[in-house]
């Protein structure tokens, strides 16, 4: 071994020549460390083991004369197994495997000129590589992007791929954070991915878990047992250490990480998973040290960083300067639960605290969440924090996920859960309201395709862990806890659970109507001048009825528009003692839009009157915009 050369990150593996490689692992049980490199993954490959050099604060390092595409792992005290790179850049057979060397500098980028994402303005689509096409690929995905991109789709969510156990799964189980997934290509091929995107103008963000590793494949403990937080716990398993003795390594290896993604695969930023597990005491939460480092390898980019928060803790996306984390956006499941209670009619579990009333859409809109710091029976505690002030495209809102989607007893898509015009309401209330709106994949043509919790990570005994775990959470629904309904759940490890799932794009030309809907709301939203506006305080809303209730998007220069939802039986307005409602004189309402229109399956829009009552169609939204009126205003009757 030759000795330490500058490197760019603190540890991996990083190509120092031609034919060099230096190697830095942080290992503090360790008294010796060595390389072992590998002719190839094969278990009876021909090895040879090189001493790496003790650094202080228990890191080993050293050079060795081997290339990219060569394998390796390291030796712990002279033991007799060998393990693969904490910080391994990719696991060509998976976690149990060897690690391999990668160059990124042979990809040949072109989106030099791609200036980044900012949260305004955005439409979200979250994706699962594994299911999103047959293949199961970054290539096959990557050649359905321009499609995503002319429907009006603007940034890609990508479900976590750092490489993880099995043959399938979610993701969450990951134990390589630095490793893209070998399920789903080589890492070039994530990187071309990503090109791709930004080629067409669609920006790419990245789901990382940064609150726990998997149960299967992690081998941290071998290097060091202060990845691990043993005074906490997460719902998953160990919490990380990031505030705790030794714990300064630990950070480091997220912080580079976070950066790594950024630098290396030009990711536009991150969606970081159930943040409320993250738990730190340090001077500096690790989430704004992140944040930080994912900024600064950036650089002239501009990046978005959002966080999914049960707790709603607005400290998240407070900046720096007020104690805050400097994130730009949070996940809003306060809008999901008032949607899928409203379209279902169901309250139960999670949802138990929300009646689907027009009042909680209306205060979504002008407020973000729903909860910030009231009590919340579901957790017989106060849930959230005041979110006053924080600007309307901070809010990412939802009416299907990965989550939602599978807490169901077959994964069925919440259209299938309601009616269709109920459906189409609350769509377009989705893609208009003032907040990010985030689509799962295959909800914009209605996929008949469910969308199902799989895994099947370790062994069985393991894989019948995570099954009773599965339905044991499952049976906070009511609705799922009966044992005969308990037996149809699909079991996560059966791989049936996971091919059901894989989208089918002939259901765009099946199910037209649907995927017209989208389009056609995700244009309006892009092009209308008042609903792609997202400012603080521009939305005021009123209930009109019982499931009925009216948005107002102000402007400065009479170009207001209403959204008219109505979620229950045709109303008729015979008194609209509610100025909202009230255009401006000299103007008066005309449709802009309505979800009635038979191109969307609909019985066929009818135009409100200007001057007479009006009537909500049933079960509709209709959307409003100001024109110069058409005929004078009518005079008030004269009443003896």
Not at 6 to 25: D, K, M, Q, S, W
Not at 377 to 397: C, I
Not at 572 to 597: N, Q
């Amino acid at each position: 071994m030759t000795a330490p050369t500058e490197r760019h990150y603190p540890i991996g593996a990083e190509l120092t020549g031609a034919n060099e490689t230096n190697f830095r692992v942080w290992a503090p049980k360790a008294q010796w460390v060595d390389l072992v490199l590998e002719e190839s993954a094969d278990k009876s490959a021909k090895r040879t083991f090189h001493p790496l050099q003790a650094e202080e604060g228990g890191y080993f390092s050293g050079s060795a004369n081997v290339g990219a595409g060569a394998y390796y792992r390291f030796r712990i005290n002279n033991a007799i197994h060998f393990h693969p790179d904490p910080a391994s850049r990719f696991q060509p057979d998976g976690p149990h495997g060897s690690s391999c060397i990668i160059d990124p500098t042979q990809f040949r980028w072109t989106d030099s000129g791609w200036p980044g994402l900012q949260m305004k303005g955005q439409i979200i689509y979250e994706m699962h590589i594994g299911t999103f096409t047959r293949e199961g690929t970054w290539q096959a995905a990557a050649e359905q992007l321009a499609e995503l991109k002319r429907i009006g789709v603007t940034v890609i969510e990508m479900m976590p791929i750092s490489d993880f156990p099995g043959s399938f799964g979610w993701g969450y189980d990951g134990v390589d954070l630095f490793a893209p997934t070998h399920l789903y290509g080589r890492p070039d091929d994530l990187r071309a991915f990503v090109n791709r995107a930004h080629s067409l103008g669609l920006g790419v963000i990245l789901d990382v878990v940064y609150n726990h590793f998997g149960p299967d494949g992690n081998y941290l403990r071998v290097f060091a047992n202060d990845y691990f937080a043993a005074r906490e716990e997460t719902d998953w398993g160990e919490a990380i250490n990031f505030d705790g003795p030794n714990s300064g390594p630990v950070r480091e290896f997220y912080i580079t990480n976070a950066g790594y993604w950024i630098e290396e695969f030009h990711f536009d930023g991150f969606r970081l998973d159930a943040t409320e597990s993250i738990f730190d005491k340090s001077g500096e939460h690790i989430l704004s040290a992140i944040g930080r480092a994912a900024r600064k390898a950036a650089a002239k980019r501009s990046i978005i960083l959002v966080a999914e928060n049960e707790r709603q803790d607005m400290r998240l996306i407070r900046p720096r300067s007020e104690g805050g984390y400097d994130l730009d956006g949070v996940w809003n499941d306060d809008l999901h639960h008032s949607a899928f209670v409203a379209l279902t009619g169901r309250r139960e579990a999670y949802c138990t605290d929300y009646f689907g009333a027009p009042q909680e859409f209306i205060s979504a809109a002008k407020y973000g969440y729903l909860f910030q710091g009231q009590p919340y029976s579901w957790q017989e505690a106060p849930r959230g924090t005041l979110a006053f002030g924080a600007p309307p495209e901070a809010f990412v809102a939802f009416i299907e996920n990965h989550d939602q989607v599978s807490n169901t007893l077959a994964g069925r898509r919440v259209r299938f859960e309601t009616s269709p015009g109920r459906y189409r309401a609350m769509t377009a209330l989705l893609l208009l309201g003032p907040w990010t709106p985030l689509l799962f994949q295959g909800q914009e043509f209605g996929t008949s395709k469910p969308f199902l919790y799989f895994s099947n990570v370790g062994d069985d005994k393991l894989r019948e862990a995570v099954r009773k775990g599965r339905f044991e959470f499952l049976s906070q629904f009511p609705s799922l806890a009966d044992p005969e309904t308990q037996k149809q759940l699909p079991v996560p490890s059966d791989p049936e659970s996971f091919t059901r799932c894989k989208l089918d794009f002939s259901e765009r030309e099946k199910n037209g109507q649907v995927y017209v809907l989208h389009a056609d709301l995700m244009k309006l939203r892009r092009e209308d001048s008042r609903l792609r506006e997202q400012r603080i305080g521009g939305v005021d809303g009123a209930v009109l009825g019982p499931r009925s209730f009216v948005l107002r998007y102000f402007s400065e220069k009479s170009d207001d528009r209403l959204l008219l939802v109505n979620l229950g039986k045709a109303q008729l307005l015979e008194a609209m003692p509610e100025p909202l409602l009230a255009p401006p004189v000299g103007f008066e309402w005309a449709t802009l839009w309505s979800s009635e229109s038979e191109t969307y399956g609909g019985p066929g829009a009818v135009a409100l009157p200007t001057q007479d009552p009006w009537t909500l169609p049933a079960e509709a939204a209709v959307v409003l915009k100001l024109v110069p009126e058409t005929a004078p205003r009518r005079k008030p009757r004269v009443r003896k």
